[in-house]
């Protein structure tokens, strides 16, 4: 991490503030991971419900995006990022708070705006800071707040709900968040005055015909599709094929390789370029959904877990880095948003229509659906990454230079 001591004293500090922000976010969301499914149960829930009120913070993530994305650009990303705080912070409030389903989907489409916020806010201000020289580098380290996050709020989440009980747990919640504000009050916007700067055109939806971004969010879309069948239907997959293996190994692995991997690609990328290793990652997502598709023991499901956590550790920081140096800070926080509606659609439709599917084909072949997928993902990035096929293969095997980076 020597990268940061190249830094001036006022971006060093404003990084550091944020990634203590950024891990008080995912620990907060995180907490209620393992918890808020039991809660929603013992409140009288059947499993239908419980599915409901889940599945209900898509609502908020899809529909607030777009003008999270705006805002970030044409106000300030340090506003939008302490409305991520805020929805982590209240949300744990209202569910303690209330008995009743359906205002518990309300308040859980509530907390959905947080992720929409978090990464406009985070994710931009990370590669406002950062300089382009060594911006995957930098991108890469920060975005560990996720695994590490990951990793910490569900066990102090499912600590405390067991030798306590939910007040505690949704207190904990809250707390993280209001802790998370705190420190993100603290951070300087480097592009504060963006309404200053040369407009661009403020249309969200028209700047996905940019070639920029549209074949980034193509990728994404397949890449969520794949995704939402994972985290969907690994569980009922592996009770279906009756392997002996609990299936929070999978999980952990995936986090294990996660972090990992996060550590050297960013730098890697800054130097042999960022095409190569998004390629890698869809290569690597494409392995984990075969893995799945033929697996019949623990191991191969253990393996599949641990190469899909490579996948999903190189990815979003990877095209969050693409995006940066495609953009003006202007529209960075817009372009970002756009990639990102790829992969929340994909997530968010993989459930009710790979479920339908599934009931026809059984979940194994459903994997075998995911990875052609990601299959199908690598060749458009393959063919389409770039200004023509020759340009895009190039870049995406880091043979050659990426034509849309800004210089």
Not at 14 to 36: H, K
Not at 126 to 143: F, L, N, T
Not at 260 to 274: E, K, N
Not at 377 to 397: E, G, M, N
Request: aromatic share 10%; with cysteine; proline share 4%.
């Amino acid at each position: 991490m020597n990268v940061f001591q190249t830094l001036d004293p006022q971006p060093r500090r404003n990084l550091q503030i944020l990634f203590v922000a950024g891990l008080l976010f995912w620990s907060s969301l995180a907490s209620l991971l393992p918890t808020l499914p039991l809660y929603i149960s013992d409140i009288g829930g059947t499993p239908q419900q419980i599915g409901i009120v889940m599945g209900s913070f898509a609502i908020g993530l899809l529909t607030m995006r777009p003008w999270l994305a705006q805002l970030a650009d044409l106000r300030s990303r340090k506003l939008v990022l302490i409305m991520a705080l805020s929805a982590v912070a209240l949300a744990p409030l209202g569910y303690l708070m209330v008995k009743s389903l359906w205002l518990l989907t309300i308040i859980r489409a509530f907390h959905g705006i947080s992720i929409a916020a978090y990464s406009s806010g985070y994710t931009t201000l990370v590669a406002d800071i950062a300089p382009a020289k060594s911006r995957g580098e930098i991108i890469g380290y920060m975005s560990l707040v996720n695994p590490i996050g990951m990793a910490l709020g569900p066990a102090l989440g499912g600590y405390l709900q067991a030798s306590i009980g939910y007040t505690a747990l949704f207190l904990l919640s809250a707390g993280l968040g209001i802790l998370g504000i705190l420190f993100a009050s603290q951070v300087s916007n480097p592009v504060a005055d963006l309404h200053k700067l040369q407009a661009t055109d403020n249309r969200f939806w028209q700047l996905l015909c940019s070639p920029r971004i549209r074949t980034l969010a193509l990728v994404l879309l397949l890449v969520g599709l794949a995704f939402g069948t994972l985290s969907t239907f690994v569980p009922l997959y592996i009770k279906s094929v009756g392997a002996d293996f609990n299936v929070g190994l999978f999980y952990t692995a995936a986090a294990i390789a996660s972090f990992i991997i996060r550590i050297p690609t960013g730098r890697a990328s800054d130097r042999y370029g960022r095409g190569l290793f998004v390629t890698i990652s869809l290569i690597f997502y494409t392995v984990s959904m075969s893995l799945l598709w033929l697996a019949n023991g623990a191991t191969v499901f253990l393996i599949a877990g641990f190469v899909e956590g490579l996948g999903a550790g190189i990815l979003i920081p990877m095209v969050a880095t693409v995006v940066a140096d495609r953009t003006l800070p202007q529209e960075r926080g817009r372009m970002f948003g756009l990639c990102m509606v790829g992969f929340d659609v994909g997530i968010a439709i993989a459930g009710p229509v790979l479920g339908a599917i599934a009931q026809q084909v059984g979940y194994r072949h459903l994997f075998g659906l995911a990875a052609s997928l990601t299959a199908l993902a690598i060749v458009v990035f393959l063919t389409q990454s770039s200004k023509d096929i020759p340009h895009s293969l190039r870049f995406a095997l880091g043979k050659g230079r990426d034509v849309y980076a800004l210089r």
